[in-house]
């Protein structure tokens, strides 16, 4: 594995790739004494001002009138929780500009299951800016019907249909090892054989937007139409950035401190190990052939997924890399800043409140914004 210390040596990324395509940042954190914080408060700080001459030239571009910077922005937006697709890092996200725009989000449960998503269209509730929960637990769970439910549980909270629908996705392979890897090998009660055989497991992130056969995709993505917005693993800082382009976002506000990391010995919500997942060419090639049928529809949706981020982001031009690189040099450098030893209690706020889960953040929507001169990110 290729290895590279960054010059404070507070941090060893390694990167490492899982199934077929997905490569994640693995990071070791073996804290620096003395200097390190201001080294990185400084780079982070030159970051941040190159972020806002970016923010600068793309509101000229909107204020000639030229298309796609003319687009009118989306103002409410539900963000559609996947499972085991980097969604609690993109909820996260959207969770902190949220609170930074002053935008209302309903304090609802961490999951709202079918009874309650059902039951919410019936009820007098605020009206929400933001809507960030699950709506179902496993995407087996979630029917077609069930999907255009959760549709209109955000209209009612959202109180229009022209939301930014978000939605996280991942290369299918990957995913298929990384849920069995997360839900099921931990506890033990589904052998490897009996997950590939299960049609229940079968495109199973495809199913979490009621969709059942490929042919279902074009149909359902038409109903959403413009409002969809894929965030993609794999590309996960160019579709953050297209988002941000088309609903005039700030740059700074897509910085996110974990983004794809995943620790030695790392441990699911229960404290379970998990265990890395076996490299596809490792598999027997029955395993093989089981497993690429098991994500037919996963498949055809990721496809789906990644015409649209290369439609748009062709249309919006060098201002795409060009963000997408200070976004993650900004990730990055707030990352090894805030492994850094010795840091004030004001900046380990901050570094917590960037680095919540799903279950964390959801818990803290009425909490003030933590602040640090090391970290002006706000």
């Known amino acids: 594995m290729p290895t590279m210390t960054n010059s404070c040596g507070a941090i060893t990324w390694v990167t490492a790739c899982v199934g077929l395509v997905l490569c994640v940042t693995l990071a070791h954190a073996a804290p620096a004494a003395g200097s390190c914080s201001l080294e990185k408060s400084l780079q982070l700080k030159r970051v941040l001002k190159q972020m806002e001459e970016y923010d600068e030239r793309v509101s000229q571009l909107r204020r000639t009138g030229q298309a796609p910077f003319n687009m009118e922005p989306r103002t409410k937006y539900a963000f559609y929780k996947t499972h085991k697709t980097a ?87 990957s995913h298929l090892l990384s849920f069995y890897g997360y839900y099921l090998e931990p506890d033990g009660k589904v052998s490897w054989a009996k997950y590939l055989q299960d049609p229940y497991y079968d495109d199973i992130m495809a199913r979490e937007f009621g969709l059942e056969h490929a042919s279902d995709v074009l149909t359902t993505l038409a109903t959403l139409g413009d409002r969809m917005e894929f965030i993609i693993v794999e590309r996960l800082y160019e579709s953050l950035v297209v988002f941000a382009l088309r609903n005039n976002w700030p740059l700074r506000y897509l910085i996110a401190t974990h983004a794809l990391e995943r620790t030695e010995n790392a441990r699911r919500w229960d404290g379970k190990l998990l265990k890395p997942s076996k490299p596809f060419q490792e598999f027997s090639e029955q395993e093989k052939r089981r497993m690429l049928e098991k994500v037919t529809v996963d498949t055809a949706l990721y496809e789906e997924a990644l015409i649209q981020l290369k439609q748009r982001a062709e249309a919006y031009g060098k201002v795409v890399p060009e963000g997408s690189a200070l976004v993650e040099e900004a990730s990055r450098v707030l990352s090894e800043l805030c492994a850094c030893d010795g840091l004030d209690e004001a900046t380990r706020d901050v570094c917590k409140w960037y680095q919540q889960t799903d279950t964390e953040y959801e818990h803290h929507l009425k909490d003030p914004i933590p602040t640090s001169p090391l970290i002006p990110i706000a």
């Open 87 to 173: 969604s609690t890092t993109t909820g996260a996200v959207f969770f902190r500009y949220a609170k930074h725009a002053n935008l209302a989000v309903p304090n609802l449960p961490h999951v709202v299951g079918k009874a309650r998503v059902n039951k919410y269209q019936q009820t007098d509730t605020k009206e929400a800016d933001v809507v960030l929960q699950h709506l179902t637990r496993r995407g087996a769970d979630m029917t077609p019907s069930l999907f255009k439910s959760s549709l209109r549980f955000y209209e009612h909270f959202l109180r229009t249909k022209n939301f930014a629908f978000v939605a996280n996705i991942r290369n299918p392979m």
